[in-house]
């Protein structure tokens, strides 16, 4: 862990450089602008409320995302516990998959 | 730390320095740049001369955070990865934080697009996390995959399971997978939807100097440890005749990581909002697929 | 202090070009592109990581106040280039060159520029979207600077995420009269010989190969389009013919076999075959892609004769010169007679509502109307 930290020391010191460097060679003062839109002016902030078209998909990526938690421990234990391991496994993946087959007949995936 | 890991360590940030910039040049030489060997040195000391710039009212920390966010998460990435002839951190439960810390690239992009206040930066951080909930699960199933033929989650165990075979070799589908799901994590070419030029580079849009430069190296150095990572777990690490160990690290790294530099010239972009259908209908069944195969061969 | 000018040499030797095209700077823009692309330069995609503003053409007022906006936001040092409509192909090697020596001598240092003061942004409002749902809307103008994009049009959106929910389609005021760089000059109507209709389908298969390396690199496609734009560049300034077909020909092969390309394309943009809508711009992104390639020259196995260069004129790449170089496939038509130009600038509004960002650039990009030929009244569609 040790070798960790200092990794993440010289990173950091590396980091460091580049904007110390940045700030002596680079000209003075922070030049405001406003942000690129073609060459107009923004007339709302950017930031806001997104639509976020694919909104089922991560309903559907959750479920799978905590089912994977799972997953890690099992793939070492396998070997060990045998066949009813594999069974169970998929028997689990097999009714979530039967969820992206309903998902995808209701085309949460073509959110476009 | 022991003498060893130092050695580790110091290697492993040579290492990706290297890459890194060899990454840069492969791409501005294949790029149609002349003199391409010096372009990441010269476009580096463009951006160091460069002045700062802010966009309206933005969330500098957030912008900030995300930007450095990048080359830390691809180190911390890179320190399970045996770097000469061992990792930095020989951990248990190598291939898990692997997996977590590539995931910090979500939280690194959507923060610096939200966080410039500007809209097409904020587009590509969406994008990406579009991406992210189509490649992530393929790509963790490619890993488990991994892990269960190994039976270990330290990538060490991997290595030598890879003994006799290669897991490319039985488990191509899993290779597969994990190449596509390498280019989504480092967005990079057909997957670099996120800082596509549709939408005016996308997340780094605002972002000029030193943040453009941090940003850049991080990218390139997330490239670098996908490609690197793709070796221990799937061709045998440092496994070859004649030449010691690191150096067939060194080569098959290389040729991964030319080949995901090529296909960024040779491919068009993948959208998501066709790939996304294509990653849950086609690829995932797949590699569950390949993950049951495995599973029923290391079964005693 | 000496590092920091030795930065700034080595920095100055690859700039990164914002290029804005104005309304009949089609020929400079095409210059511009030829020339950087031959000193390697990387084109930049937003101002925030150019060095360089190249604006091709006369902006006139309402280009050259987007410029303005968009010069305020180049990080310094930074350099404005204006070529001309007609500028020379050695005046604006020229321009770039001093553009160089600026950019090493530390360019135009803006210092702190306050570019926020004063003008009052609002937080997003709320509309109702698509699926009936109250969401933020954003006002995004598309043009009249952006990368890859037709000079001159402008596309003023309505966005809620990334979607267009509404769109309204014109033209920016020009900044001087002229032509089409796509329509050649023609001598008098009964003086049309084969030299005519061979510059003729040569300029067309330029174009197309402009429109393409436009199309490409919206798809994210940066090698094909670079290769696209080189053909184009060869072609326009009458290079040898016969090898020029072989490399249009393998590049349209290259681009054809594409699955990925066929995957992102089809199905954008469809334009239904009605009255008045020219067949080139009938299907979807991939047909009109495909149709591009048709127009491209092919080699002709059965004329082992390399088609005569007409004259030794040819200076440097200069795309104004003269050079034969016949189409595969006849066109017998006046390019742009057809109007398609204009129907575009009709369909366009209705296309891109509903489209996310992305479509909606390839949209445009498949349907890359030369606004040049349009007539002066410029156009507004609404979505």
């Known amino acids: 862990m040790g070798a960790v930290l200092w990794l993440v020391g010289v990173l950091a010191v590396g980091v460091a450089g580049v904007y110390a460097a940045s700030a002596v060679l680079s000209p003075r003062g922070v030049a405001g602008s406003g942000p ?77 | ?126 994008r990406f996390l579009a991406q992210g909930l189509s490649y992530e699960l393929p790509h963790m199933f490619a890993l488990i995959t991994v892990a269960l033929g190994a039976g270990s989650l330290r990538i060490a165990d991997v290595v030598a399971a890879q003994r006799e075979v290669w897991f490319v070799v039985w488990m191509p589908v899993a290779f597969v997978v994990y190449l596509v799901s390498a280019l989504a994590m480092a967005f990079w070419g057909p997957m670099g939807e996120p800082v596509g030029r549709n939408v005016a580079g996308g997340v780094p849009a605002e972002l000029s100097g030193a943040d453009r430069l941090v940003f850049a190296a991080g990218r390139y150095a997330l490239l670098v440890v ?7 777990l799937f061709l ?4 070859g005749p004649v030449l010691p160990g690191w150096a067939w690290t060194a080569v098959k790294t290389v040729a991964v990581l030319g080949g995901l530099v090529l296909v960024g010239q040779r491919v068009p972009a993948v959208r998501m909002d066709r790939f996304t259908e294509f990653a849950w209908v086609v690829l995932i069944p797949l590699t569950l697929l390949q993950t049951l195969v495995v599973a029923i061969v290391v079964l005693p | 202090m000496g ?3 030795w930065l700034l040499r080595q920095a100055a030797l690859r700039p990164r070009p914002l290029v804005v095209g104005c309304p009949y700077g089609t020929r400079a823009r095409l210059l511009v592109e030829a020339e950087a692309d031959r000193r390697g330069w990387v084109a930049a995609a937003a101002p925030a990581e150019a060095g360089l503003l190249v604006v091709c053409g006369a902006a006139g007022s309402e280009i050259g106040q987007a410029v303005e906006v968009v010069w305020e936001a180049v990080p310094a040092p930074r350099v404005l280039v204006e070529a001309a409509s007609d500028a020379s192909a050695g005046a604006v090697r020229r321009a770039l060159d001093d553009a160089v020596a600026e950019l090493a001598a530390g ?72 032509v089409s760089f796509w329509d050649p000059p023609r001598r008098d109507e009964t003086d049309r010989d084969e030299t005519d209709r061979d510059e003729t389908e040569r300029r067309e298969a330029a174009r197309c ?10 798809a994210g496609w940066p090698g094909a389009a670079r290769e696209a734009r080189r053909l184009r560049d060869r072609l326009l300034a009458g290079a040898a013919p016969a090898g020029l077909r072989r490399d249009c020909e393998r590049f349209a092969r290259r681009v054809r076999r594409s699955r990925v390309l066929r995957w992102m394309l089809r199905g954008v943009g469809p334009v239904e075959g009605r009255a008045g809508v020219p067949e080139r711009l009938r299907g979807d992104a991939l047909d009109r892609a495909y149709g591009w390639l048709d127009t491209l020259p092919s080699p002709l196995p059965d004329d082992p004769a390399p088609a ?76």
Not at chain 3, 209 to 218: I, M, N, T
Not at chain 3, 322 to 351: E, F, P, S, T
Request: hydrophobic residues 50%.
């Open chain 1, 36 to 112: 690129f839109l073609s060459g107009a002016w923004p007339r709302e902030h950017a930031m806001s409320r997104f639509h976020v078209r694919w909104y089922a998909v991560t309903l559907v990526f959750l479920a799978f995302d905590m089912e994977m938690v799972f997953m890690y421990p099992w793939a070492v234990v396998v070997a060990e516990v045998g066949a009813m391991a594999v069974v169970e496994m998929f028997a689990f993946l097999g009714l979530l998959l039967v969820g992206v087959l309903y998902a995808w007949r209701e085309g949460a995936f073509r959110w476009a």
């Open chain 2, 1 to 126: 730390m022991d003498e060893g890991t130092g050695a580790a360590a110091v290697s492993l940030v040579v290492s990706l320095a290297v890459l890194a910039y060899g990454a840069a040049a492969l791409d501005a030489g294949l790029g149609g740049a002349r003199g391409a060997a010096g372009a990441p040195l010269r476009e580096a000391a463009r951006l160091l001369v460069q002045g700062r710039r802010r966009t309206l009212v933005p969330d500098t920390l957030l912008v900030r955070t995300g930007t450095v966010l990048l080359p830390l998460a691809a180190l911390l990435a890179a320190t399970v990865l045996p770097a000469g002839d061992r990792p930095v951190l020989d951990s248990g439960v190598g291939i898990v934080w692997f997996n977590a810390m590539e995931v910090c690239v979500w939280g690194a992009l959507w923060l610096v697009g939200w966080g410039v206040n500007s809209v097409y930066p904020l587009i590509g951080g969406y």
């Open chain 2, 226 to 232: 996908v490609a690197a990572a793709a070796v221990p």
């Open chain 2, 236 to 239: 045998g690490g440092g496994a």
């Open chain 3, 3 to 5: 590092v920091r000018e």
């Open chain 3, 107 to 178: 360019g135009l240092d803006g210092g702190a520029r306050h570019g926020d003061a004063g003008r009052p942004v609002a937080m997003a409002g709320r509309g109702r979207d698509r699926d009936g749902l109250t969401l933020d809307r954003l006002h995004v103008p598309l043009g009249p600077v952006l990368a890859d994009w037709p000079a001159g049009l402008v596309v003023e959106t309505v966005l809620q995420g990334d979607v267009i929910q509404e769109a309204v389609v014109r033209a920016a005021s020009a900044g001087a009269d002229g």
């Open chain 3, 209 to 218: 190969l402009d429109s393409l390396g436009r199309l490409l690199a919206v």
């Open chain 3, 308 to 383: 005569t260069q007409n004259g030794g004129s040819r200076h440097d790449g200069d795309p104004g010169g003269a050079g034969a170089c016949g189409g595969g496939q006849r066109v017998d038509r006046v390019v742009g007679a057809d109007g398609a130009d204009g129907v575009v600038l009709g369909l366009l509004a209705g296309l891109l509502v509903g489209a996310e960002s992305a479509v909606a650039r390839l949209i445009v990009a498949s349907l890359d109307p030369d606004l040049d030929r349009l007539p002066a009244s410029a156009a507004v569609r609404r979505g």
